[in-house]
């Protein structure tokens, strides 16, 4: 009973938890320019135990009601047609925190992938997840594989959820599989470019990521999507993620829309 009632405080504290996929035409979305959106946006999911200590609740129950958050920010990226959305969950470097706080997290995972399964299948999401996979539990991995096959054929919002990942580990593992290939001579040194690379990447088959947004005040990659990111372009805010809203998530694409995106070259009208 009073994990129940603690659990209703954290989602109250966090936001909405009846917020459904917004229309075309919401008032949440005025004034966004949908000719400038980004194709595929990641988030760096950070701040949950600061809000925790700012509500005077433990670290985990930050982490609870963050999965309130990003449910509401996938629903935002559906209503807004995006390709992609690829969120930081858990890197390779998380295991360093308390036993106790990575039991709970992959419980956590568990337990809310187990609860949303279907209603992820609904939205006509496609999930992957990417990072060494092979590392965590193995009912969370049975977890993610059937989630995966279950929205193999979905055609909505790519999302990708990092578990377990690192970009440098992800590059290594990538030249690694390259270097076999070599090896076994099925490809050549000289056949190596950018798109073999690209193709073995665990987010193959997405576009590059065009907006990296990150919550908390923090200003670093943190490891994440180090080549996807070469040319995206970045959005920082103080907000800690649990408080992280559909309209936050929707100014982000505004001052997206407003960036001067020219890959290297330059802007007719700036040269």
């Given at each position: 009973?009073?994990?129940?009632?603690?659990?209703?405080?954290?989602?109250?504290?966090?936001?909405?938890?009846?917020?459904?996929?917004?229309?075309?035409?919401?008032?949440?979305?005025?004034?966004?320019?949908?000719?400038?959106l980004p194709r595929h946006v990641a988030v760096i999911m950070d701040g949950n135990g600061r809000w925790g200590k700012e509500h005077s609740v433990l670290r985990t129950a930050g982490h609870s009601a963050g999965v309130g958050t990003l449910k509401n920010i996938l629903k935002t990226a559906i209503g807004l047609k995006l390709d992609a959305l690829t969120v930081y969950a858990f890197s390779t470097e998380n295991w360093k925190r308390p036993e106790t706080e990575v039991n709970f997290l992959m419980n956590l995972f568990y337990e809310s992938l187990k609860k949303e399964l279907q209603e992820l299948h609904e939205d006509n999401v496609q999930i992957h997840f990417i990072g060494r996979i092979d590392g965590l539990p193995e009912s969370l991995q049975k977890q993610?594989?059937?989630?995966?096959?279950?929205?193999?054929?979905?055609?909505?919002?790519?999302?990708?959820?990092?578990?377990?990942?690192?970009?440098?580990?992800?590059?290594?593992?990538?030249?690694?599989?390259?270097?076999?290939?070599v090896q076994a001579g099925k490809i050549s040194p000289e056949a190596i470019d950018e798109t073999l690379v690209e193709n073995s990447l665990d987010t193959c088959g997405?576009?590059?990521?065009?907006?990296?947004?990150?919550?908390?005040?923090?200003?670093?990659?943190?490891?994440?999507?180090?080549?996807?990111?070469?040319?995206?372009?970045?959005?920082?805010?103080?907000?800690?993620?649990?408080?992280?809203?559909?309209?936050?998530?929707?100014?982000?694409?505004?001052?997206?829309?407003?960036?001067?995106?020219?890959?290297?070259?330059?802007?007719?009208?700036?040269?």
């Open positions: 009973m009073i994990k129940k009632i603690l659990s209703k405080a954290v989602t109250s504290l966090a936001g909405r938890d009846d917020f459904e996929i917004p229309e075309h035409d919401s008032p949440l979305f005025a004034e966004i320019d949908w000719d400038k993610m594989h059937e989630a995966e096959d279950l929205m193999k054929n979905n055609t909505g919002v790519k999302f990708n959820v990092a578990v377990n990942y690192g970009g440098q580990d992800e590059l290594v593992r990538a030249v690694k599989k390259i270097a076999a290939d997405n576009l590059p990521v065009d907006l990296v947004i990150r919550t908390s005040g923090d200003m670093r990659l943190s490891n994440f999507l180090l080549w996807q990111a070469a040319y995206a372009e970045f959005y920082f805010t103080d907000v800690n993620w649990p408080d992280f809203s559909p309209e936050c998530f929707v100014d982000a694409m505004k001052a997206f829309a407003n960036r001067d995106r020219r890959f290297g070259g330059l802007n007719d009208n700036k040269k």
